[in-house]
């Protein structure tokens, strides 16, 4: 399966983005689907995932309460919505696909990933 993100800027502390990650050459719905993201100078960390059908979620604690995590699975596509960003939240993020039954925070449970999308919160 081939993903591509975007939806990725510039924004001002306490703003909003949304990211979107649309999917293709596989069955959608066959697939757990997460965020990640890796800031400046740091390892990749997990930020949301989301389970097949969009029936179960999971979140990094940092990013809890502000992130909302969806998908659609008619249009083979699934959201990032970013509420109340922070400085901290800069990071390019991926969306990655895993073939699992169960929601994974962990990269090496993801088989595909997109190219990543760059989030740059200023302050």
């Known amino acids: 399966v081939q993903l591509q993100a975007s939806g990725g800027g510039l924004v001002q502390a306490g703003g909003s983005l949304r990211l979107s990650c649309a999917a293709s050459g596989g069955t959608f719905s066959n697939y757990v689907m997460g965020w990640f993201r890796q800031p400046p100078g740091k390892e990749r960390e997990f930020v949301a995932a989301i389970s097949r059908l969009g029936i179960r979620v999971s979140y990094a604690d940092s990013v809890q309460g502000r992130f909302t995590i969806s998908r659609d699975n008619a249009k083979n596509t699934v959201y990032l919505q970013m509420n109340s960003l922070k400085p901290e939240d800069t990071a390019v993020y991926y969306c990655?696909?895993?073939?699992?039954?169960?929601?994974?925070?962990?990269?090496?449970?993801?088989?595909?990933w997109g190219q990543g999308t760059l989030v740059t919160v200023s302050s």
């Open positions: 990655a696909a895993s073939p699992a039954y169960a929601i994974g925070r962990q990269d090496n449970e993801y088989n595909y």
